[in-house]
């Protein structure tokens, strides 16, 4: 077992700039815009278990919609938020939860009230999936209220579904279709100690692969990781939101338990997905067709599924990881993930939603959608957010992931402070107060109080995209962290010198061939043909030009400056085809944004990669 | 009317060359090859009428096929070719669609087998389709043998059909899914002179787009050009073989009723194709979804569709729009066709044929399809030619246009001679006797004499990819078109200076920013990777240095050479994302072979469109 601990979320302050902005548009507008939504659609509705003919039916997975929502505001509470009206609406759904669960610990809001005969029956109706969100909310809602009514209410849900899949084994299957009952468990045992939930979890993570249960009609075995005992996974495979979520119990799993084999699995499997299955935005889950891993290097931009959900997964699949011991990838990845595949799911209204996060919008390709019939569509993502969807996973999701964000930026490792991610922060632990001073990531200077401190050092995180820094005390440098000597009152600052740099992909990466992306500190860049009057198709630049013509433009967009630079656009001509007689291109300017404010004004074109002369 | 007469091809023989050794491939292997085929997969079978449960099924476009074969030996028995097996043949199907026509006319050995109540019934079952297909036949053998026993049967069905459609109107449609009918009813006008065919095909062609006809499942209304009354039509839609099909109706409809509204949308349409829906080979149809056109510029290389039929109807469209009168324009597109999107389709060994070709292979995106259930192929082209399909339209239609191939090369305009396109050939007309001699397209030199010429004028097309020529004789030159003074008896030889070159494409093809196509002449180039040891995608070359590098090396391939010439390869890393410091590529040789070469070993990925530094 490792001595790695994240410091929890709770005892992280936001006390400006981007990461208390970002906090509190999720506590102000999103969790408040989520529950209106919510309530529009029924999915409260459904745990009041008033449904009869004629209302809003029950969805298979309103369950786990509102199960996300309610654990967002747990954390909200938990870090000292009031949310009253929030959770007035908790305790009322919690109360319809004790009331309707069957006197046999059973709890689906769906099945009781419209399909009871098929109660465990459907592998591929999200049963277990919701009774986990169901159990990662009430666990939050008990650490964070000491309330144990609604634990309670899934404690005697969790003995059910003991009885029904592991001890009588009436249930007709072992491999729920969509994995989260897993990880949920692990936390359950994490919480409890109660080793139970640990050998249940342990039981659904090796029935994986080994069972000749039906095949879910989107795809094959892969597409819930059904096709191969999880023990010798060797390559990220299927629906990627299913993945993320039983990779992150893989990696749990292996930890909690010391299990080696399903650490390294967890591990290896890792690895496959950074080195040839992620965006650059640690987006995953490539393809629209079953929200799936494809094959390496197979990450197109505008038609990128990288579903919201998936991010998520990652995020979450990284914490694990990062628990094993102090090992800067991880982090690295969550950075990429903080400032790109997560904030690009939000609006920058925070009430409206991307389910998917293409890459690259191009309008004329929209055009060609439209104009197919409902069978022949190439599924391109939308190219605006919503404030709910039909399938409304993901807002919930983000939700519960900003509620809890401060898990993401500090850690204990032995007797060491680890500060993973910068953010204007106080954090307060058994053994130091800290304090960080940053408007990162707008700009890399960071100034680090710590005082009362007890630590034997303190490793400071190098940025993936630093190349050089400086600070104001002695330091050693490891394995990509910096090492400062404990003292009990220590104030520093470093500067990661942010700057503006391109960025090229592997080579085997089909549709990045001969493009870069313009890239400013841990944040991706993109175009948009708003602020770009000409095809995006047509533009290209000299890197080493570009980067010394490139100039900060401020904007409002919590801080986060637009960047200008030089560049090229392809004369126009009329003709299909022609002799190529010389390269002719035009100066032009290019403007820049940050990839995650794209899409907040009306429909264009966007390009993250740009094509370098 | 115009006086512009392509001669035909009857009249053209070649003598050496690629075209003799095209031709004769098709005649000696292609169509014994397709007969063959036939045999086994029941076509022939179908019209012997001899169906009963448990056999080989007859399929809705059988007929069709059978007939596009019969067409083809029609037109080598023209020229002059015993095919005394294949006439054989040819005789006992049409004794057995004598025997087996109903008396009141009807013939379609599908129907009358499997599904009598039918007749005439659903407008997407190929019905009319099968008919002017074996209309096309019948007046191509009646033609070639002067016996009139097919062409008659067809007159009685022709008679059926009127009755049907337009005199009792008792078929239940008037715009049969897959357009043909109108373009046979046309051939047929102009063989007989009978006004009543041309009748017949103004009536379905003015049918369209005016009807509230069942939509064909598969797409909408334009999947069939069913959307728009045709003379009101601006862009190419819809299924492009259907499309290209009613296009070449429109312009020899046009044409030959003096229908000046209906020839000025066929013009609209073909510009409209060829200035934004068309590959650089000359192929249409851009997607796999409906075989269809989708909006303007949309070409993408990895997934084209590019059907076989589909640039052959392009064939007939441009010859149908040439009649029109000299314009250098059609016969260039012609010259696209005939050098790239034609002969692609067929294999080396001239028994193996393509339905869609596609301008780019990437093995590891077929590997992503193999990997996908079947409901969510992206429907990538084969990646080898096939002897026969299911839907084996395209290997008869082959067969029959390169029987009459050399009715592209030749035509008469007023007193003028028109030389449109280059082959070693004589050709005996009413005025003059030609004699061509020259190995293009593997080099630009061309002997030509003309004995006994009574023309007042030669004109020679100057091919599109043509900067400079050197002629031997008094030349002016107007409009695409070298001319040259009549003269009782013309010898000279023309150089056109074939040169290697690269073609840009319209920079709002989105798949083909910054790339560059290698062309010799009229050969549109390729790199497979069997010939380059390196990722194509990270290919890369400088257009000026790539021209001073480049050499021709000698192959078999009908003495087309292959082009050697200096690139560059991008520095392979196993990083997913790296920043960019600086261009790091190492110097490569990139070998080129003719695009339409390309998959006759094994499979392997392969680019048209390469990137320029």
Redesign the interface.
């Known amino acids: 077992m490792s001595n790695y601990t994240n410091i929890s979320f709770d005892k992280v302050k936001f006390t400006g700039g981007y990461w208390k902005k970002r906090y509190e548009l999720n506590r102000d507008i999103s969790v408040k815009s989520v529950r209106n939504r919510f309530e529009e659609t029924g999915r409260f509705e459904a745990l009041r278990y008033t449904y009869s003919e004629g209302k809003l039916r029950p969805h298979v997975y309103f369950d786990s919609d509102v199960a996300k929502w309610i654990e967002a505001v747990a954390y909200l509470i938990k870090s000292g938020n009031k949310c009253e009206e929030e959770k007035k609406l908790c305790e009322e759904l919690i109360a319809s939860m004790e009331k309707h669960q069957r006197d046999d610990g059973y709890l689906n809001s769906y099945f009781q009230q419209i399909d009871p005969e098929n109660i465990f029956t459907r592998r591929g109706d999200h049963e277990l999936y919701c009774a986990g969100h169901l159990l990662e909310a009430a666990i939050a809602y008990d650490d964070a209220t000491n309330d144990p009514r609604f634990l309670n209410v899934m404690k005697r849900y969790m003995d059910c579904i003991e009885k029904a899949f592991i001890i009588d084994k009436t249930a007709k299957f072992s491999t729920p279709g969509h994995e989260e009952i897993e990880l949920a468990l692990l936390k359950m045992y994490e919480y409890t100690q109660d080793k139970k939930y640990l050998d249940m979890a342990m039981f659904f993570i090796d029935s994986r692969g080994t069972t000749d249960e039906p095949i879910l009609k989107?795809?094959?075995k892969?597409?819930d990781q059904n096709d191969t005992p999880l023990r010798e996974v060797t390559e990220a495979v299927g629906h990627a939101v299913r993945a993320g979520y039983i990779y992150t119990a893989m990696a749990e799993a292996g930890r909690l338990a010391d299990d080696k084999e399903l650490a390294d699995a967890a591990k290896r499997i890792y690895d496959n997905i950074?080195?040839?299955r992620?965006y650059?935005t640690g987006g995953i889950g490539a393809?629209p067709?079953?929200e799936a891993f494809?094959?390496?290097?197979?990450l197109p931009n505008l038609e990128a599924y990288s579903e919201s959900c998936a991010a998520i997964s990652m995020l979450f699949y990284s914490l694990g990881m990062q628990k094993y011991g102090l090992d800067a990838k991880y982090p690295a990845i969550i950075e990429r993930l903080l400032y790109n595949g997560l904030p690009v799911s939000t609006a920058l209204d925070g009430k409206s939603f991307f389910y998917q996060n293409p890459l690259e919008i191009?309008m004329?390709?929209v055009?060609?959608d439209v104009?197919?019939?409902p069978?022949?569509k190439?599924h391109l993502p939308p190219r605006h957010r919503a404030e709910v969807f039909e399938c409304s996973c993901c807002p919930p999701n983000i939700n519960r992931t900003y509620a809890r964000i401060g898990d993401f930026f500090l850690a204990e490792y032995e007797n060491t402070l680890v500060i993973n991610q910068y953010a204007a922060m106080t954090a307060v632990t058994d053994k130091a107060n800290i304090t960080v001073d940053t408007v990162y990531p707008v700009d890399g200077k960071v100034n680090i109080r710590i005082s009362n401190n007890q630590y034997d050092s303190i490793y400071l995180r190098k940025p993936e995209?630093c190349d050089s820094y400086t600070i104001s005390i002695d330091a050693t440098e490891k394995d990509g962290y910096i090492i400062i000597k404990g003292a009990s009152e220590l104030e520093f600052s470093i500067d990661f010198n942010m700057e503006i740099?391109?960025?090229?992909?592997?080579?085997?990466?089909?549709g990045n061939?001969?493009l870069?992306a313009l890239c400013y500190g841990p944040t991706v860049y993109c175009l948009e043909r708003l602020d770009n009057d000409f095809?995006l198709?047509?533009a290209?630049l000299d890197?080493?030009e570009a980067l010394i013509a490139a100039k900060k433009i401020p904007t409002a967009e919590y801080a986060l400056p637009d960047i200008e630079t030089d560049g090229f656009v392809?004369?126009?001509?009329?003709?299909?085809?022609?002799?190529?007689r010389?390269?002719k291109a035009d100066k032009t300017k290019l403007r820049f944004r940050p990839y995650w404010t794209f899409a907040n004004r009306e429909e264009c074109d966007m390009r993250v990669w740009i094509?370098?002369?």
Not at 294 to 298: E, G, H, L, P
Not at 501 to 510: D, G, K, L, Q, T
């Open positions: 989107i795809l094959d892969a597409y950074i080195t040839s992620m650059i393809s067709k079953g494809t094959v390496r290097y197979d191009h004329a390709s055009d060609k104009a197919m019939a069978s022949n190439t995209w740099y391109f960025v090229e992909s592997h080579p085997s990466i089909r061939n001969g870069v095809d198709g047509a290209s890197v080493k392809d004369e126009y001509f009329n003709e299909l085809y022609r002799k190529v010389q390269l094509r370098r002369k």
